[in-house]
């Protein structure tokens, strides 16, 4: 008697292979079972957890903003918008008084000199003006012995050696500003020094050398 061969297993359509998972066609090819799994769970992802990967990745973003933002090499966005002005920013041109510029002063009194050159007379530099009787050539030699670091009215230094001449007793008080700086300085005759310190000054103090 005749026996019919055994039914061949159908095989899955070329549809249904591609359809396969990786790891199912190499349990397929290896012939195990196939591994089970939770109904109605995809095996390619586990419930939640794209959900937990974009929560993580949120976190991670706003770590990196916090600590960009509190960062010393970072620089703020809200910076760049302020429309305040900062140091160094161009600001507009202003149109301001001048300061007014101390003016050279000096109160000259000379005392023992003689009649018509004792007296008290007021000195005024730029601009020129006062009682004294040689404005102009006063405030001309003075500036001219204005130099930087000198003081045209100092005194003797100490330790001068000075020869002992005699030049009378004509003395000098010359006091007030000059060049943004008080003055308050005394002259005589008494010696050889301190003859040349007030021939120096002459047309501010009087010619005795006639």
């Known amino acids: 008697m005749l026996q019919s061969p055994p039914p061949t ?5 070329s549809a249904s292979a591609l359809a396969l998972t990786p790891a199912a066609a190499r349990d397929a090819a290896s012939g195990r079972p196939a591994r089970p799994f939770a109904p109605g769970v995809s095996r390619t992802a586990a419930p939640g957890r794209p959900a ?23 620089a703020p966005v809200a910076y760049a918008a302020d429309a305040s002005p900062r140091i160094g920013d161009a600001l507009p041109r202003t149109t301001l008084p001048l300061p007014a510029a101390p003016q050279d002063r000096l109160v000259v009194t000379v005392r023992g000199a003689g009649d018509g050159v004792d007296g008290r007379f007021e000195l005024r530099c730029h601009p020129q003006g006062g009682s004294h009787p040689h404005t102009q050539d006063a405030c001309g030699q003075l500036d001219q012995r204005t130099v930087w ?20 007793p004509a ?18 005759r008494g ?6 310190r007030w021939d120096s000054l002459v047309p501010v103090l009087p010619d005795l050398r006639k």
Not at 9 to 13: D, G, K
Not at 191 to 196: D, T
């Open 149 to 168: 670091g000198k003081d045209p009215f100092a005194a003797v230094a100490p330790g001068t050696v000075c020869t002992m001449l005699y030049g009378g």
């Open 9 to 13: 297993p159908p095989q899955a359509s």
């Open 171 to 188: 003395t000098a008080h010359v006091t007030g500003s000059w060049a943004g700086r008080p003055v308050d300085a005394r002259f005589d």
């Open 52 to 74: 937990r990967r974009l929560l993580l990745g949120a976190v991670a973003s706003l770590a990196a903003t916090a600590a960009g933002a509190f960062s010393p090499s970072a």
């Open 191 to 196: 010696n050889g020094c301190e003859i040349a």
